[in-house]
């Protein structure tokens, strides 16, 4: 029997991922063992668990890019530098929960719990290298997130919100399945390097059989990156989700799924022409970035805008990509470029180096505004609203900028920031993003993604209006106060400003995150 | 014919009756009985393609726990005799097309395949060796599929909480 | 082993004779038995008393938990199955896989336990 041998070394990429379960666990035992009544100490666990495998994952960040345990996982900076934004997005999602749970009574330990365990499925999804793995890391990311949807059984909303996404999820991820095993079958292996080394022949032999397994793999990750046309959940599940777990989906479950997407596709075509999957990415960049903003038009209610305006932002990141995938930054990198196996520190082809600065950079600045944003909501939520159907209606923001200066200037930071207006992070985002495509060849798509994100301003610009130059209505409501929450909408109000002046040591970090492995 | 052979036809045709059974019964539990024996059959042809462990599996995961499961969603739905009002409506006329399609498309393929005659039992055998067997499916999984077996088990946990949560926390 | 069927013939005696046995008794005892049927004893019995309303109620969703739980358990003894067989060659590195794996159901199980949700009432 071959007993493997592994070291520390093996473990290094997952280390991230252990801290998160461990916090996870020690969360669900505290819950049942401990019985006060005061529980806000488990939101200060969850978010000092997260920062602390944040802090490990940006320690691996600087680790050369290697195969581990066994190669069904990676450990390159891509993935680690997601794991970061992940983890951070977690925290802010779990301080966010204490102040939104405290004021429903609704504090559990299991809150935090599955928060945690969906960034430990996140973050193991992003580095794996196997489609096995990759179907259990993202049903671990999916079950948790399915059962937080759910969490807040009271009204219909959550019911709803919680069985459709589950469906929905279940369905999308038998497709990713079946597609995995369309092209096991064509292949005869699951790991990524192996497949990838197999698929010329396979190709040559059976073409459709391996376009038939890319494509379901692909509407697999579409749906769960809510890309139009898969993105027809996005709305009700967004708007029936607890508002901190919305803000946690729209950011970490779509930023994992991104690095996922690419890494497979990046082994996938490694001895076929990208132009297939480049044609379907830059298809489905153009319909998010125009649907999404579209759709976000006629919203009045405040919670289903920033859902239709996630689908938009999924456009963008798949513009990016597209990027990677364009023939130009194919060709610019034929020596030890993106579709051979040895990547070189400093050898990186500079467009797809570029590209990926560009998605994290933009992955950053989307995860601290939504996080905001989503907070924000939150905190203008009442309890006894949950059953109205104008919650989240527009006319709820109107006069914020009277009763609570604070709240709306920090407000009106997010939606510049989602409209990528300068000088948020919002707008280096797209600056960086864009113009990486643009340095791909991608120029038509680039202006299409700009004029799209034109509309979306308008979108933005009326709940800045509301706040700024409308009355309020006499039953306005008064944010709730907790610390936790305002902790979290500083931190994130402060990110969004103090990026978009200064992304200087962000971006050197970012940078050597061109180095992925696999590319 | 050897004796694979006569068990292949006895399982084969046994499993179509039995899902047949599934959806044509008029009483609930008689479906998931029906549902329970297909699962056995399946089992068996599992095995005549010595696939031991998928066998085994099927067994003790489908025909045990799920179907504990199925029948416990049939006793919470409040079942009254008489079955659903029988409709002739699109969805109906799609179903219908649809099975047709994947029927002819089914056909098409077996048509094509070249014929496995040459195979016989005795040299399956030799070809697979222990390939299937319990023992070697151990062997590779808990040493060669050390990490994704191991996340398994962290998919079970996130699905007990899960489910707990969603079932029986009081929020 | 020339066949994938040889070791399924015990499997297939016990199968045999457990059908046969569940035919044959009924069978048998209707042929055995005297019968003197009478209005009262072909009335339904349920422990005593008269018979109220249908025998299909609806269960209490407590049930649905435990049966959850039970598959989540039972994919578990799926996934013991093959370690055991393979215990004595997979040695002591075969053991901490397994530690590690049962140890994380084990949280599971005391989580569930303290929670209530394996407790009946309430």
Redesign the interface.
Known sequence: MNIPHLTFQDLLPVAPAGVLVVGAIVLLLSEVFLSTAQRTYQAVIGTLTALLAGAVAMNNAFEPARAALQGYVVLDPFSQWMTVLVCLGTALASLLSAGFLNHRNAERGEFYALILFSAAGMSLLAMSAEFITLFINLEVLSISTYALTAFLRRGPRPAEAGFKYFILGAFSASLLLYGAALLYGATGSTRFLDVGLALPQAFAQQPGLVYAGFGLVLAGFAFKVAAVPFHMWTPDVYEGAPTPVTALMSAGVKAAAVVALVRTFLFLVKGLSPEVPFIAFSALALLSMVGGNLLALPQRNVKRMLAYSSIAHAGYLLLGVAALFAPATAKGSDAVGLFTATPLLGSMPNVAASVYKGLLFYLLGYTVTALGAFGTIAALERREDETRSNTWDLERFAGLAQRKPGWAAAMAAFMLSLGGVPPTVGFLGKLYLFGAAVDAGLLGLAVAGVLASVAGVYVYLRVVVYMYMRPAPADAPAPFRHWTTEVALIASAVAVVALGVLPGPVTEWFSRAGMVFGS | MSAEQVLFWVFAVATVVAAGGVILARNPIACAMSLVATFFFLAGIYVLLWAHTIAAVQVLVYAGAIMVLFLFVLMLMSLSDQGPVMTFSAWRIAGVVAVVTVLAALVLVFRRLPAQESLAWSGDAARLGDFGTIKHLGAVMYTQWLFPFEAVSLLLLVAIVGAVVVAKARV | ?????T??VPVAIVLFLAGAMAAAIPFIAGLLGPRSPSAVKSEIFEGGNPPIGSA????A?????V??????F??????L???A??FQ???W??YA??A???A??V??L???W????LSWES
């Open positions: 082993m020339e066949s994938p069927l070791p399924y299909r109620q609806r269960f969703v407590k049930f649905y938990v049966a959850l739980l039970f598959i989540v039972d994919v578990e003894a799926v996934f199955y093959p370690w067989v393979n060659q997979l040695g590195f075969g896989t397994m590690v794996f049962a994380t159901l949280v599971a005391v989580y569930v303290k929670k209530g949700a």
